[in-house]
């Protein structure tokens, strides 16, 4: 079993929905969890970055984080074309740094 | 400002030749972090350097060297390429803070045929 479980897709939905990306792990010693964002042929940028259990909202983007459940979620409302990318989840403790697979998201218009 | 640059952005490479990946930060970060990504399988972390004069091991470190020339450059070399080192090649780079985010360059494509 891998420490980090994303579902890969690809997703593909219409422009204006919502979207839901979500993460599973199984190391509880992770304390700190992110989300990135990769087009293709460039690097992960990061998007969110949360500690705590709960949401945390930025624009369109709301981050979840169930501790409890060693689940996570990251949220896209009004989905837009420019937000079809690779999304990679992470999760961190100390030096021990951690990510999933990726899922590719595609927003037609 | 630039972030992390990575050079070259393309390399094709013959089995047994050798190269040197660099890598350089302009965000005065202390942590530098050479990782791959391969399909389905993430990032994976190949060598990390802490600060200035230090480096270690990651997950996936055969085959590679690293050197911490200073603390804006890490370069990544590949001492004998075989083709399981195919690979999109990511620097990043980070607070010495064990919480922080890292930050990543646009990665090196490598094809050893």
């Known amino acids: 079993q891998k420490e980090v479980e994303q579902d890969p897709g690809p997703l593909s939905v219409p422009e204006g929905a919502i979207v839901s990306l979500n993460c599973t792990y199984s190391n509880s010693a992770f304390q700190y969890f992110m989300w990135y964002r990769q087009y293709s042929r460039k690097g992960p940028e990061l998007l969110m970055y949360?500690?705590?259990?709960g949401n945390k909202e930025d624009g369109r983007f709301t981050a979840q984080v169930d501790k409890s459940s060693k689940y996570i979620s990251l949220f896209i409302r009004d989905s837009q074309p420019s937000d079809s990318a690779t999304y990679l989840c992470a999760m961190r403790w100390n030096n021990d740094m951690r990510f999933g697979a990726g899922t590719r998201l595609t927003v037609k218009p | 400002n630039a972030g992390v640059t990575q050079t070259p952005k393309f390399q094709v490479l013959k089995t047994g030749q050798s190269m040197t990946l660099q890598c350089a930060q302009d965000m005065n970060h202390n942590s530098m972090y050479w990782y791959r990504q391969d399909p389905g399988m993430g990032l994976r972390l190949i060598y990390y350097s802490a600060s200035e004069g230090t480096t270690d091991k990651g997950e996936v470190p055969n085959g590679y060297n690293v050197s911490r020339l200073n603390k804006r450059e890490f370069s990544l070399r590949l001492e004998s390429a075989a083709p399981s080192q195919t690979s999109v090649y990511f620097c990043?780079?980070?607070?010495?803070?064990?919480?922080?985010?890292?930050?990543f360059g646009n990665g090196t494509r490598l094809t050893v045929t």
């Open positions: 990043a780079s980070g607070t010495d803070r064990g919480n922080s985010p890292l930050h």
């Open positions: 949360t500690y705590s259990s």
